[in-house]
């Protein structure tokens, strides 16, 4: 059982910068890939970025690509969402979640954060 905790979420304006973390509770944590994703008003939960268990391979949304990068800690327990030239339509509840492999789909992870609100105002 790995629990999640977002942390780092708030109000920025357009161009601004935010850096999402995500602690877990196990050190278990090391074996699993983590992913981010976010969920606007009315949408479906999307992906945005995924990193493998050593940090090795990352996947990005296309809509984030060049602007967030993903990286974990794991003597930290902690994965981070850098994000950069945050826009308007970023605005969403970000997630992260534990994946036994790197996937960029929601049903591929099994165990989830409770989120934290980003809002970007243009």
């Known amino acids: 059982q790995v629990q999640l905790v977002e942390s780092g979420g708030g109000l920025v304006q357009a161009g601004g910068s935010l850096r999402l973390s995500c602690a877990a509770s196990?050190?278990?944590?090391?074996?699993?890939?983590m992913g981010w994703f976010r969920q606007a008003p009315g949408k479906e939960r999307e992906f945005v970025a995924a990193?493998?268990?050593?940090?090795?391979?990352?996947y990005y949304a296309d809509s984030v690509k060049g602007r967030f990068t993903i990286s974990r800690d794991n003597a930290k327990i902690t994965v981070y969402l850098q994000m950069n030239t945050l826009k308007p339509e970023d605005t969403a509840v970000y997630y992260c979640?534990?994946?036994?492999?790197?996937?960029?789909?929601?049903?591929?992870?099994?165990?989830w954060g409770q989120g934290t609100q980003v809002t970007v105002s243009s």
């Open positions: 979640a534990a994946s036994v492999q790197i996937a960029t789909m929601t049903d591929k992870y099994d165990y």
């Open positions: 990193i493998d268990w050593i940090g090795g391979t990352t």
């Open positions: 196990a050190r278990t944590f090391r074996s699993y890939a």
